[in-house]
């Protein structure tokens, strides 16, 4: 059986090239600034075509979207070929309320150049549990410095 990857054959990642958020941040970011502030739903086609211009291939889009419906936070209905993504009514609340309290509580700018840094690590293999950490904090205003910090 050949290798699944040999050096020559280019790596898919979750990120795109030059680093910036994983395909899972960019949806979670692109549902919760501009759907559903509208809507509850969007066409996925949409959303490939978003998330493309972020630079993340269709397959790690379909991947973040899959995994997503999976947690119980998207559902997708076929309609031929097409398929419409909506956000089940807890995720769609969640987003809301974190929209909100962000702009409730915005940071005051006028404190000057410093920062608060949490590292927050989960304990074990539990990556659900750390996925969801890291999905609220990151709801709450706080942001992701990355693996390994």
Same mark, same amino acid.
């Given at each position: 059986?050949?290798?699944?990857?040999?050096?020559?054959?280019? *790596? !898919?990642?979750?990120?795109? %090239?030059?680093? /910036?958020?994983?395909? =899972?941040? =960019?949806?979670? !970011?692109?549902?919760?600034?501009?759907?559903?502030? *509208? #809507?509850?739903?969007?066409?996925?086609?949409?959303?490939?075509? @978003?998330?493309?211009? $972020?630079?993340? #291939?269709? =397959?790690?889009?379909?991947? @973040?979207?899959?995994?997503?419906? &999976?947690?119980? %936070?998207?559902? !997708?209905?076929?309609?031929?070929?097409?398929?419409?993504?909506? $956000?089940?009514? +807890? =995720?769609?609340?969640?987003?809301? +309320? #974190?929209?909100? %309290?962000?702009? +409730?509580?915005?940071?005051?700018?006028?404190?000057?150049? +410093?920062?608060?840094?949490?590292?927050?690590?989960?304990?074990? &293999?539990?990556? @659900?549990? %750390?996925?969801?950490?890291?999905?609220?904090?990151?709801?709450?205003?706080?942001?992701?410095? /990355?693996?390994?910090?």
């Amino acid at each position: 059986m050949p290798p699944r990857h040999s050096k020559d054959t280019p *790596r !898919t990642t979750r990120r795109p %090239a030059g680093g /910036g958020l994983s395909a =899972a941040q =960019a949806l979670l !970011t692109v549902l919760a600034e501009y759907v559903a502030p *509208r #809507s509850s739903g969007v066409w996925q086609e949409t959303l490939m075509q @978003a998330l493309g211009a $972020l630079g993340h #291939s269709p =397959a790690a889009v379909r991947q @973040a979207i899959s995994r997503s419906a &999976k947690e119980g %936070a998207l559902t !997708t209905t076929r309609h031929g070929n097409r398929a419409y993504v909506e $956000l089940q009514a +807890e =995720a769609l609340a969640t987003l809301r +309320e #974190s929209a909100q %309290a962000l702009t +409730e509580h915005a940071p005051d700018t006028t404190a000057g150049d +410093e920062w608060d840094v949490f590292v927050v690590r989960s304990r074990g &293999k539990d990556q @659900a549990s %750390a996925y969801q950490l890291r999905t609220s904090m990151l709801l709450s205003g706080l942001g992701y410095l /990355g693996n390994g910090v």
